[in-house]
DNA sequence: TTGTACGCGTTATCAC
DNA sequence: GTGATAACGCGTACAA
């Protein structure tokens, strides 16, 4: 049953009526000018050689004269293909998110094509309609970068359907799906083993929603296995679920100091939740790291900018967005339609916050 | 002369020929499977009221049957309608600016527009490119966010042409362009009295390249009519003008400390700057706000978080974005053409990073 | 209330 | 090389 997808497309005809107005030279206009027929007129441009080198000249320099503009929706209507490509984020203030979308968009326009925006706020049901206005402008592809487990079941009929996607950031469960994004088990574990190097043995976890994100997940099992080779018990009292923002974090930091025989270095599975936890710390009159080492996870900007400057796990952002947009054109170009997954690396960036224990 | 556009037509049409393919349900499939002509269907999609209420229904589960999905780009086409908004950005990594494009990308859906977005970069011929891309694509309108001085005399061209424009966070000159923004000078004004009614009278600026950008050009002129108002002569040894980045923030303020009788507070007319000025102090061993105050300008999110929690001046961002968008489509819609400018208020947040001075 | 016929700006397939 | 002509998917007089 899928009425809304209708009723939504109907919703959406009553609003054009009132849309914006359109107007611009056309090839037809440009034929008649120059004396040619409109094919002709065409073939000048996506097809030069077929065209008399006379001609075609006399044909540009009348479509420049009259300030022709290529019309890409008449074009793709009559090819029955499409430049548009469509990418859905969470909300683009993220400066990580932001710089793979610096990148896609990097990479589409190199190969002629648009982007298509929308941000779910991270909800369902925005995330739904946009899809659909997506489906309606005929979007070529699709890329969903860290989306919501909660639509798993929508987006997987999506996705099996027509339209070419990839994720990036965030994935389904082991599906075939194409995706794009880092080892989010390797980073959380190799931060993990650097802390216990540092003698720490009881670190805490400050970790986004698991059962919602499964990069987070990752992360957290990345964090057991680190402890598990070096023999240290896991135990949760020692790991904080929270949503990745600043004051998540500054309230969290302070249950952790309640905890009898409390960490002494907190991994915090996100930047944000890092600084966040230092200011926390700071209000309770601790340093870092010489009472309580922090790790973070993205490197933002700011993590070389706050105090103490922040050890952290760079993730490659700019590198994820562009091959994710080649995964998609590739895929929209039909070049290959077998099931790509790449997972790029990480780099531990040591900075400040951490240091070895003393005691 | 306009050959470029022609010439990146021509490129695009290439490009295309190698774009996604696009295929779906059609109104004439649903028309026939319902056994009615393909008007009937438009109709009983966009004026349901002129369908009989039975064959409308039962238009409407053929449609759901096969998955009708509204092919709003053959729409827009027969309409002479375009339902695509360009934006263009100088980077979605700012946060201010992402804010700004929650709004947007809210308003629009509200209204039935999507959203192109391409992001310049800072760079001119990039920026030029991208509005060609809207172009072809017809957008109805394009907002115009913190543009560059050096293109003014395109987008001069482009404005007085055909496409509906609002300008957003800069603006050109005092032309008669729709322009949705805030009191820049007015904030810098407040915040340097602020300082001096802390009893600075040394009181440096460190701001944006307001040779190139106007609104940095305004924020240095409230910061000298404060000073002005306050009977305190302007120095221009104490003003420098740095891109805004954090390793810039931080290198010019140790230029600042060389000064001979150096200020006592200093103004960094974005909170990037404060904050790598902050970072810059401690690491010559000075304290913030004691030794030295810092005031900001935009109150990013992370400007409560730093330490010390940072003076600023808070920007209306989402509010400014939906304003920018419900006039963009007012204009799109052809309510009036009469023009229209707001300068939204700002306020100014005080936190820890400015002190009185002591002596 | 419904159908016919044409147009939107472009490309593709034939001919010439 | 170039020109008709028919699509592409949809909207809309106009007529029935």
């Given at each position: 049953m899928k009425?809304v997808a209708?009723?939504?497309?109907?919703?959406?005809?009553?609003?054009?009526?009132?849309?914006?107005?359109?107007?611009?030279?056309?090839?037809?206009?440009?034929?008649?000018?120059?004396?040619?027929?409109?094919?002709?007129?065409?073939?000048?441009?996506?097809?030069?050689?077929?065209?008399?080198?006379?001609?075609?000249?006399?044909?540009?320099?009348?479509?420049?004269?009259?300030?022709?503009?290529?019309?890409?929706?008449?074009?793709?209507?009559?090819?029955?293909?499409s430049?548009?490509?469509g990418?859905?984020?969470?909300?683009?203030?993220?400066?990580?998110?932001?710089?793979?979308?610096?990148?896609?968009?990097?990479?589409?326009?190199?190969?002629?094509?648009?982007?298509?925006?929308?941000?779910?706020?991270?909800?369902?049901?925005?995330?739904k309609?946009?899809v659909e206005?997506f489906q309606e402008?005929r979007v070529a592809g699709l890329?969903l970068?860290?989306?919501?487990?909660?639509n798993e079941v929508y987006f997987y009929n999506l996705v099996r359907k027509d339209i070419p996607c990839v994720f990036?950031?965030?994935?389904m469960?082991?599906q075939g799906l194409n995706?794009?994004?880092?080892?989010?088990?390797?980073?959380?574990?190799?931060?993990?083993?650097?802390?216990?190097?540092?003698?720490?043995?009881?670190?805490?976890?400050?970790?986004?929603?698991?059962?919602?994100?499964?990069?987070?997940?990752?992360?957290?099992?990345?964090?057991?296995?680190?402890?598990?080779?070096?023999?240290?018990?896991?135990?949760?009292?020692?790991?904080?679920?929270?949503?990745?923002?600043?004051?998540?974090?500054?309230?969290?930091?302070?249950?952790?100091?309640?905890?009898?025989?409390?960490?002494?270095?907190?991994?915090?599975?996100?930047?944000?939740?890092?600084?966040?936890?230092?200011?926390?710390?700071?209000?309770?009159?601790?340093?870092?790291?010489?009472?309580?080492?922090?790790?973070?996870?993205?490197?933002?900007?700011?993590?070389?900018?706050?105090?103490?400057?922040?050890?952290?796990?760079?993730?490659?952002?700019?590198?994820?967005?562009?091959?994710?947009?080649?995964?998609?054109?590739?895929m929209i170009?039909?070049?290959?339609s077998?099931?790509?997954?790449?997972?790029?690396?990480?780099?531990?960036?040591?900075?400040?916050?951490?240091?070895?224990?003393?005691?």
């Amino acid at each position: 049953m899928k009425p809304v997808a209708v009723i939504v497309g109907f919703a959406k005809i009553i609003s054009l009526l009132t849309g914006g107005t359109v107007a611009s030279a056309t090839m037809k206009m440009i034929a008649s000018a120059t004396g040619v027929s409109k094919a002709t007129v065409s073939r000048a441009f996506h097809a030069p050689h077929l065209v008399d080198p006379k001609t075609r000249l006399k044909i540009m320099q009348v479509a420049e004269q009259y300030n022709y503009v290529y019309n890409a929706a008449a074009g793709d209507l009559s090819r029955k293909k499409s430049s548009l490509i469509g990418v859905l984020v969470p909300g683009p203030n993220k400066s990580f998110f932001g710089t793979s979308l610096i990148a896609m968009q990097d990479k589409a326009q190199e190969e002629g094509f648009s982007l298509v925006i929308g941000n779910t706020k991270y909800d369902c049901r925005i995330e739904k309609k946009i899809v659909e206005q997506f489906q309606e402008h005929r979007v070529a592809g699709l890329i969903l970068t860290g989306f919501l487990k909660s639509n798993e079941v929508y987006f997987y009929n999506l996705v099996r359907k027509d339209i070419p996607c990839v994720f990036t950031w965030e994935t389904m469960a082991d599906q075939g799906l194409n995706y794009v994004g880092f080892d989010n088990y390797d980073a959380a574990f190799r931060i993990t083993d650097y802390l216990v190097g540092l003698k720490h043995r009881r670190i805490g976890l400050l970790v986004g929603p698991y059962s919602k994100i499964s990069r987070a997940a990752s992360r957290l099992e990345g964090y057991r296995a680190a402890l598990k080779k070096n023999g240290i018990d896991f135990d949760p009292q020692l790991v904080k679920e929270r949503e990745p923002s600043h004051i998540e974090g500054k309230e969290a930091v302070k249950e952790f100091l309640k905890i009898k025989n409390r960490p002494t270095a907190i991994f915090a599975a996100s930047d944000t939740l890092a600084i966040g936890a230092i200011t926390g710390l700071k209000e309770k009159g601790l340093k870092v790291p010489e009472d309580i080492s922090i790790a973070g996870f993205d490197d933002i900007e700011f993590a070389a900018f706050c105090d103490p400057p922040l050890t952290t796990i760079r993730v490659p952002s700019y590198e994820m967005g562009k091959l994710t947009m080649k995964v998609l054109i590739e895929m929209i170009r039909g070049a290959s339609s077998q099931i790509r997954q790449y997972d790029l690396s990480t780099d531990l960036i040591i900075r400040n916050s951490c240091a070895e224990l003393q005691r």
